[in-house]
């Protein structure tokens, strides 16, 4: 495995960067922190919240329920 350099980061990389963005619409107190991911060529960005775990996706700035991103998923593996 070469040609990547090292991430000397605290934090564990996990398929892209997870950001933390904003404070949460739910507590308004918690960190966000999204991870985003590419699904059949559109992106998909899962959000949660630090403090009280609310947590919900979105496809391409859209809020979805999860039952599309399972099947989203789903497709593209099959
Ligand atoms: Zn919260």
């Not at 564990?12 to 960190?31: F, H, I, L």
């Not at 922190?33 to 700035?61: D, Q, S």
């Amino acid at each position: 495995m070469a040609g990547r350099p090292a991430v000397a980061d605290h934090r564990t990389e996990m398929t892209r960067d997870p950001k933390t963005a904003g404070t949460c619409p739910v507590c308004s107190t918690g960190e966000l922190i999204t991870i985003a991911m590419t699904v059949n060529g559109a992106e998909l960005r899962f959000t949660t919240c630090h403090a009280c775990e609310a947590k919900w996706w979105t496809r391409e700035g859209e809020e979805i329920p999860l039952r599309s991103v399972i099947g989203m998923v789903v497709e593209a593996r099959s």
